[in-house]
């Protein structure tokens, strides 16, 4: 039997979830088309014509807005470098402050600070940092909170069972067995063979 988790963390091109399964290594990806399938929430605006579909990426946390009008500033976002931005200005036009998105929160996008030794080698949390990029930090901290570990039972392929992500780091002996009963019982039963 094959067991499918899914990984949950978000798509690396959109707002939505990774459905691949847990332990992979590539790119998150929610495995859509990564577009916001909601209608322009201006829809008054339109006055009888078509009124069209969201500009945005899928899962996005702001207004739906159509790119047929212009609804908005739509000048670049003061933070569009950053991730989670909606990359244009939702200001009224004309306005005379920062040019800001819609997007609530501005993540950091620096590579989570988890760095590690395994008995596979060195290990590199490959995901960035959601800590919002207006808040002074100097650890960074993925959206990942259990431990990306391998189990060092040999042939087991799961995953420590911890969930600290960070746990790699404490100044204490760290294992990262999985706590998987059946290779505990298979390796008791070794033992106990002996």
């Not at 209608?39 to 739906?64: I, M, P, Q, T």
């Not at 909606?86 to 920062?98: F, L, M, P, R």
């Not at 959601?130 to 100097?138: A, K, S």
């Not at 039972?153 to 600290?164: A, G, P, R, V, W």
């Amino acid at each position: 039997m094959i067991l499918w988790t899914l990984c949950g963390l978000t798509c690396y091109k959109c707002g939505l979830k990774c459905v691949k399964n847990r332990n992979h290594e590539d790119d998150h990806d929610c495995l859509t088309d990564h577009k916001c399938h909601f209608y322009c929430h201006f829809s008054e605006a339109h006055r009888n014509k078509l009124v069209l579909k969201c500009n945005h990426r899928a899962g996005h946390d702001s207004y739906h807005i159509c790119k047929g009008m212009q609804h908005l500033c739509g000048r670049p976002c003061s933070l569009s470098n950053k991730r989670n931005c909606q990359k244009v200005c939702a200001k009224e036009i004309g306005h005379n402050e920062e040019h800001l998105c819609q997007s609530k929160r501005h993540y950091c996008e620096a590579t989570c600070s988890l760095s590690t030794k395994t008995q596979e080698g060195d290990y590199q949390c490959p995901n960035k940092c959601i800590i919002l990029c207006e808040v002074q930090h100097n650890s960074h901290h993925c959206e990942n909170e259990t431990c990306p570990i391998l189990c060092p039972i040999q042939n087991c392929q799961n995953k420590c069972e911890s969930n600290d992500h960070f746990h790699s780091n404490s100044k204490l002996s760290v294992d990262h067995f999985c706590g998987y009963v059946q290779y505990f019982n298979i390796i008791w039963n070794e033992f106990n063979l002996i």
